[in-house]
């Protein structure tokens, strides 16, 4: 399966969605919280899952930014939700 994300091209040998893209995240995820955030890729390899964020340097509009702001941005699409019903 291959994703395009901007000028990167990712193959996988395993299901992979394009999250930020998905109906789902649109109908649904993006409804959840006011700004919530979704990473670019989910990927399904063996019953184990895998959330991808991907940041493309070799684009001079990036932002460059610290492993710290790096790991607090991936934290924040990534945590678990406070639920209230």
């Keep these: 399966m291959q994703i395009i994300e901007g000028k990167l091209i990712f193959d996988f040998d395993c299901e992979a969605i394009k999250f930020d893209d ?3 995240y649109r109908q649904h995820f993006s409804k959840i919280t006011p700004g919530i955030k979704a990473v670019d890729i989910l990927a399904v390899k063996q019953k184990i899952g ?6 493309d340097y070799t684009n001079p509009n990036t932002q460059n930014l610290t492993m710290k702001k790096l790991v607090e941005m ?3 699409k990534v945590k678990p939700l406070t639920w209230e019903p």
């Design 22 to 24: 998905s109906t789902f």
């Design 74 to 76: 991936v934290i924040n």
């Design 50 to 55: 895998y959330l991808i964020e991907i940041k």
